[in-house]
Nanobody
Framework: VQLQASGGGLVQPGGSLRLSCASS????????IAWFRQAPGKEREFVAR???????YYSDSLKGRFTISRDNTKQTAYLQMNSLKPEDTAVYYC????????????WGQGTQVTVSS
């Protein structure tokens, strides 16, 4: 499955952004979709994931500010980010995992989120 992440940009602290992860693959609805992020000089960090049933997991540190969702009719997953902080600045990636495989084998190209005044 091919993924296309979009929606990043420059936002002031306290602002919001919604990232999108779109696919043209008709099997999109079957995949577990996750968001990761990587800040400069840091390791990639798990943000959230959602499976085909709508079961969601969040990074404990981000729970409450970020919301993951998906619309399988549009073959798109979303990451709503509120109350953004400068430390949320990173490249955000969406990834897909086929259930039972145990690894994210499909990655989008990343979208830059910069939180700065």
């Amino acid at each position: 499955v091919q993924l296309q992440a979009s929606g990043g940009g420059l936002v002031q602290p306290g602002g919001s952004l919604r990232l999108s992860c779109a696919s043209s693959d008709h099997t999109f609805s079957m995949y577990i979709i996750a968001w990761f992020r990587q800040a400069p000089g840091k390791e990639r960090e798990f943000v959230a994931r959602i499976d085909r049933y709508g079961t969601i997991y969040y990074s404990d540190s981000l729970k409450g500010r970020f919301t993951i969702s998906r619309d399988n009719t549009k073959q798109t997953a979303y990451l709503q980010m509120n109350s953004l902080k400068p430390e949320d600045t990173a490249v955000y990636y969406c990834a897909a995992q086929w259930p039972g495989i145990g690894s994210y084998d499909h990655w989008g190209q990343g979208t830059q989120v910069t939180v700065s005044s």
